[in-house]
């Protein structure tokens, strides 16, 4: 019997015009990391976001969350707090300058950092006499985290948010748009994500002062002279007009892609109503998730790797939640704030397929395999 064709997670789901605008950074030999595409998909970001925020558009979301950390002034010894519970992406950069991670768990509403363990831990750090330097909290999965309660802590303790939302592109937060609720926002553009450049990242900054200051360090922070002169480390880490000519067609579906992974997780929880043995991820009054994911956390480990199985068994990918950064021999002597959750989540969720290009045919066969595994 043939294998049947390959489900994916989240696959890059092209709209009409990116190969246009690609073809037009041909046509007008603009291939490099400045160009016409560079700067109008900076704005089309921009009006997406409805604010004043500036946008650097860079190489990829892990490169906005270095320059963001540089910007903020973070440097060798220095302790950020980062979510445990999100991509290792979240975290590296903070190894990148030579400072040291804290890592602090989730909550069990939106599954993002909890705002009492987070104030634990700055006045532990503050007793200790290492007044963490900055904090990167996830919107992880799509889901806002509990912006009121952990912004409400950073000032006051005084401490600048790097909000990732790599994954959140398309979330809203009290109906404001999540990437620029904070001091510094972030996306990524990867190929899994909601919608994709290939590779490719943002910054978002409150003043353009700032926004300069990024892009000055992420075209190798080039002093002001004729020749190549520099003061300080810089970077290479601009988008290239070629690939932002993907992300200027990208935006115009945007919206498009939301609706659709949003009624993929509406497919998902109807049609696994019936199943008491399995849980999904609600959006608290005022959330709005993209749902970039659809994810469930099931009643144990056993079901959740009967499931991921039965999937695999006919090409379908499925994963399991992240794995939390606190567990991850990468980063095994780092000090960590826990509750549970995440080891929880980890050991019991699973992540099914979420692409906004699935048809009804793909999601009626993965539903096919669900309801006999959670009998
Ligand atoms: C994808 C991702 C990143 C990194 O983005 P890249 O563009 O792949 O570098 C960072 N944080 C989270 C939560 C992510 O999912």
Known sequence: MPTKNKIYLSSPHLGKNEQNYVSEAFATNWIAPLGPNITAFEDDIKTYLGSKNEVAVLSSGTAAIHLALDLIGVRKGDEVICQSFTFSASANPILYLGATPIFVDSEKETWNMSP??????????????KKPKAIIAVHLYGMPYKADEIHAIASQYEIPIIEDSAEALGSMYKNQACGILSDFGIFSFNGNKIITTSAGGALITKTKNLKEKAVFLATQARDDAPHYQHSQIGYNYRMSNVLAGIGRGQMEVLNQRVLARRANYEFYKEGLAAFDNIEFL?????FYSNRWLTCIKTDRYETRETLRLALLDDNIEARPLWKPLHKQPLFKDCLSFTNGTSEELFEKGLCLPSGSNLTKTDLNRILEILIPSLK
């Open 116 to 129: 009492e363990l987070l104030e634990f831990a700055i006045k532990d750090r503050i007793k200790k006499g």
């Open 282 to 286: 609600e959006e608290p009054t005022g």
